[in-house]
C-alpha cells in the first residue's frame, strides 16, 4: 500500500500525479463517496472512560471489526476501505491477518476461529494462480497485485504488481507463522503456507538489474522507473529481502536504500526526514528497532524508534505553528499522513500530506497519525486521540472507531474508514501497551538475520 514515493528519479509533482492515478477507482469525489459508503458515521454518546486503558482498548476493538467484518469469510481478503463496492487492499490483509492475532489475545475471538480465517486466507495466497498474464492472476514471481476483487481474487482493474503491498502482507503472515505455533493440525500447515508464500518470492527480479527494488511491475508496461531509496515505509520490504532464505537481496541493497537518507533539523529536532507520518509507523507496526541501529544511524547516536519520535514531535510543532492558518491546528488538533480529503476546490483528494516539510497540507487530519505514533510519543498522541474522541465524535465516530480523516477548514468530515489507516492505530496501541506484536514478530529469523546482514548492532543510547 504505498502513496508516497522517494526516488532519484522523482520530483513532487510526479509523485503525487501518480498517486492519484493509482487510487482513482478507489478514491471518487465526496459527494460520490457519500452514495456508496458502507459505514456512516454515528453520532454516538461519549462513553465515560475510567482509565487510558479503557479508551485504548475500545479503539483497539473498534479497529479489529474492521479487519474481522469487512473481509470475505469464505477466502480471507480484506477490504481497501468500508465501502460495499472496495476492492480488496492486500495491505489491508497483512494488517488484518495481525489483527486477528491481536483479536485473540484479547478474547474478542477464540483461537480456532482466528486459526481458521488466517488459515482460509494463506490458501488464498499460495494456492491462486500466479504468472505473468495481464488478467486471471493474483500476482506473478511470487508478488502480489496491490488490488484483488473481493470474490475472485484476481488482479483488480490494471493495478500494479507492488512491491511494498506484498511486503506489508508479509508482515501479517510472517507473525501469523510466528503467532500459531502449536502442534495443532491447522497451526503446522499454516506455518508451512506461510513459508511457501515467502519462500516463492523473486527478490532478484523485482531489482530489476539494479541495486534497488523497484516499485512495482505492470504486465503491460513492465517495471516502474521509481525505486525504493531513501527513507519511508519501505525498511520492512528491504529487511525482508535481505533476510529471505533463498533469492536473497545483497547487503547492498540497505546501502543504497540509506544513500538516500535526508538528515534535517525542524522545530529543533534532527532527524531523518520524510513528510508523513506512515512513513516512520509502518516497519515499526512489526518491527521492534528500539535499541538497535545501522550504520548510519550508529553515525547519528539515535535508532530509528528515535527517529520516528522526533519526525511526530516535529510534526506537532509544526501544527502548533500552523504556518498554513488551517482551522483547528493545535497541540491536540494536528497528524499529517497519507488520507483521504474532500476533493472539491483546493481541497485535495486522497493524498500524501505530511510535515516537516510541508507537503499537500490543507488542513486535513487523519487519526491514524496520532495513532500511528503512540508508542513513540504518548505524552502527546494519547492526548490527541482522547481530544478526538470528545470533541468531533458526532462527526468522526463510526461503527469502526475514527473515520479516516477530518478538515474543520472545510468542515468536511470522511465518510469512509481505510484498513490501511486502521491497522496502525489497532497494531502500535498493542505495542504500546503490551509488544505483544513485537515480541512475536522478532523471534523470525529471517528478520533477525536481515537486520544483521543489513549491518544493525545494538546502539549506545
Not at 530489476?208 to 503491460?220: A, F, R, V
Request: charged share 20%; net charge positive; hydrophobic share 40%.
Amino acid at each position: 500500500m504505498c502513496f508516497t514515493f522517494r526516488s532519484k528519479l522523482d520530483s513532487p509533482a510526479r509523485r503525487t500525479q501518480r498517486l492519484c492515478v493509482r487510487h482513482f477507482l478507489q478514491t471518487s469525489l465526496f459527494l460520490i463517496a457519500l452514495s456508496a459508503v458502507a459505514v456512516p458515521s454515528q453520532a454516538a454518546a461519549a462513553e465515560k472512560f475510567s482509565s487510558d486503558a479503557e479508551f485504548l482498548e475500545l479503539l483497539q476493538r473498534k479497529a479489529f471489526d474492521y479487519f474481522w467484518l469487512e473481509a470475505n469469510p469464505a477466502n480471507g481478503l480484506i477490504r481497501d476501505r468500508s465501502r460495499t463496492n472496495s476492492y480488496c487492499s492486500i495491505a489491508a490483509v497483512g494488517f488484518g491477518l495481525t489483527a486477528i492475532c491481536i483479536g485473540i489475545d484479547h478474547h474478542w475471538i477464540t483461537r480456532a476461529q482466528g486459526r481458521d480465517r488466517v488459515l482460509t486466507t494463506l490458501k488464498t495466497f499460495r494456492e491462486m494462480r500466479q504468472g505473468g498474464d495481464a488478467e486471471g492472476v493474483i500476482g506473478h514471481k511470487g508478488w502480489f497485485y496491490h488490488f484483488l476483487h473481493m470474490d475472485t481474487g484476481l488482479r483488480a482493474w490494471k493495478c500494479e504488481l507492488s512491491s511494498i503491498d506484498t511486503a506489508l502482507l508479509l508482515g501479517g503472515v510472517i507473525y501469523a507463522r510466528e503467532y500459531f505455533d502449536g502442534p495443532h493440525a491447522d497451526e503446522v500447515a499454516l506455518r508451512d503456507l506461510a513459508d511457501r508464500i515467502y519462500g516463492r518470492i523473486d527478490w532478484r527480479w523485482m531489482a530489476n538489474d539494479k541495486d534497488s527494488l523497484t516499485m512495482g511491475w505492470h504486465p503491460e508496461t513492465g517495471f516502474i522507473r521509481s525505486r525504493w531509496i531513501g527513507y519511508n515505509e519501505a525498511m520492512i520490504l528491504l529487511l525482508l529481502g535481505i533476510g529471505a532464505r533463498d533469492n536473497s537481496l545483497p547487503p547492498r541493497f540497505w546501502n543504497e536504500w540509506t544513500g538516500g537518507y535526508q538528515w534535517k533539523t525542524s522545530y529543533g529536532r534532527s532527524f531523518v526526514h520524510f513528510a508523513p507520518l506512515f512513513g516512520h509507523q509502518y516497519s515499526h507496526c512489526w518491527i521492534d528497532f528500539r535499541g538497535i541501529a545501522d550504520e548510519y544511524m550508529r553515525s547519528k547516536g539515535i535508532d530509528y524508534f528515535e527517529n520516528s519520535r522526533r519526525a511526530t514531535l516535529a510534526q506537532r510543532s509544526y501544527c502548533i505553528a500552523n504556518p498554513g492558518r488551517f482551522k483547528g491546528y493545535s497541540e491536540v488538533v494536528w497528524g499529517l499522513t497519507a488520507c483521504d480529503g474532500l476533493g472539491l476546490g483546493k481541497f485535495k483528494a486522497y493524498s500524501a500530506r505530511g510535515a516537516p516539510p510541508p507537503e499537500n497540507d490543507d488542513g486535513t487530519i487523519a487519526p491514524t497519525a496520532a495513532g500511528g505514533s503512540i508508542p513513540f510519543a504518548p505524552e502527546i498522541c494519547l492526548p490527541t486521540l482522547r481530544h478526538f474522541y470528545d470533541q468531533y465524535r458526532a462527526n468522526i465516530w463510526t461503527p469502526y472507531g475514527f473515520c479516516d480523516a477530518f478538515n474543520l477548514t472545510a468542515n468536511w468530515w470522511d465518510p469512509e474508514v481505510l484498513g490501511i489507516d486502521q491497522g496502525p492505530i489497532l497494531i502500535m496501541i498493542e505495542n504500546y501497551r503490551t509488544g505483544r506484536v513485537w515480541k512475536t514478530f522478532m523471534k523470525a529469523p529471517e528478520i533477525q538475520h536481515g537486520l544483521k546482514v543489513a549491518g544493525f548492532r545494538w546502539a549506545a543510547r
